[in-house]
């Protein structure tokens, strides 16, 4: 793309503001500028440089307090940079704030001409698109109350339906759909999808990986002020996926590595069917090109779960879990198919009879999305004697979808419904999305991928 089709282009954007101690000092300082009173500098974004075409779908992540709503203000100019410059062309529509723009004593249809107003157009160009925007937002005769009575539903739609449908040349929404119900969203997605057909930029901040995936064509990731990765919508929400278990204060060197990787394995796929790929980067960092092996198992030492609990045992405790790829070495970040392992170890402070023991895997909604029983799940082990260690295995074919998951178990006698031992999310367990995916849901039980093949000839028919 060149750069007449540029519709904002970011030069070392960067925002820091001061705290001052008391007012006072504050006053002091904006009257003589030199007169260094002390100050507090906090650096909202580092310096940051991108360009945005037209037509195209730019989501933004990254944990709170990355900076993402400073950037949306900065591009939308309800903010002033500290350094650097941002330029953005044609009609920006905006949603930063939920209810932003609006006059809570004024009627949503008075809002409506007031956001119209401000948003560039006329009284007859608001009133050619009112029906529709009275359409979208589908809030009966409420559009006639005060906004200030509306629920934040409410608000969200007739603030969508205004910004979605000035047809705006950019279109700026901050995890303000997060708010609607998901009838509402899939139609708020639907409405930004015919508006990036007609050439309208998105840009949009969300917590949720699937729709960064789904809907942008680049994804830009930020962590406390600073750009970690721009480019492949799939490598960024690996990547911060990764970001939001991490413990470590730095972002690792490992990690860019593991963007590098990844990119060039999305390059390498679509190079091989003939697909334009999606360049992935990180700012100010050069991406060296050479041939790179598929992806690999690994094990992220920083991918712990936050809510393990471990209920007290009965005499047999599960005393470890291991998480181990195809080749047994210990890995909890897989590839999409990779068979894995869970290995389970055991101690009996005492001797039982007639028990049974299982591994669970749930999903981040706490669904229990598969699990194992040995010995099996309509009988138990006869016997375990006092004061023995030992360990069960339990072996996955890989079929779960990409996402994170979490892996727990417990271990039951057939004479009692309580548990002699349970723990639950005990570890993490990542599996990595791909491109070359053909199945959806909660799991994946496809045996190859679908196959395209002719009919045999149907005869002809008869007197012909």
Known sequence: MGSSDTLIHARRLEKRYRLYANPADRLIASLAPRSRQAADEVIA??????RIHKGETVGIVGRNGSGKSTLLQLICGTLQPSGGSVSVQGRIGALLELGSGFNPDFTGLENIFLNGAILGLSQLEIETRLEAILNFADI??????????YSSGMALRLAFAVQA?????????????????????KKCFNRLSELKEKGTSIL????????????????????????????NPEVTTTLYQRLTSSRDKTWSRAHINLGI???????????ATNASPAVGHTPGTTEQASEQTPLQPFLDRQLK???????????LRIEAIQILGPDGQPANTLPLHTPFSLQFDYFSEQAFEHIRFACHIGNAQGMRVTGQVYPSVHSYLPSVEAEQSFCITFQFIGGLQPGLYFVGGGVQLRSEEAFLHRVID????????????????????SAQPPELRPLAQRPAPAGT
Do not use: M, N
Not at 218 to 225: E, H, K, T
Not at 261 to 271: D, G, I, P, S, V
Not at 428 to 443: P, W
């Open 204 to 231: 949009f901040v969300t917590h949720s990986c699937p729709s960064i995936v789904q809907h942008c064509d680049r994804a830009l990731l930020l962590d406390r002020g600073k750009a970690r990765w721009f480019g």
């Open 165 to 185: 449908c000035i047809d705006p040349d950019i279109l700026v929404i901050d995890e303000a759909l997060a708010v609607g119900d998901e009838t509402f969203q």
């Open 305 to 315: 779960p936050e809510t393990t609990q471990q209920y007290p045992d009965r005499g």
């Open 45 to 50: 974004l580092q310096p940051l440089s991108f």
């Open 261 to 271: 990787q990844l990119t060039q394995a999305r390059r390498k796929e679509a190079l």
């Open 140 to 149: 009966g005769g409420f559009v006639e109350r005060p906004v200030r009575t």
């Open 426 to 445: 005990l570890k993490a367990l990542r599996i990595l999305e791909s491109e070359e995916r053909h199945s959806f849901g909660v799991c994946d039980l």
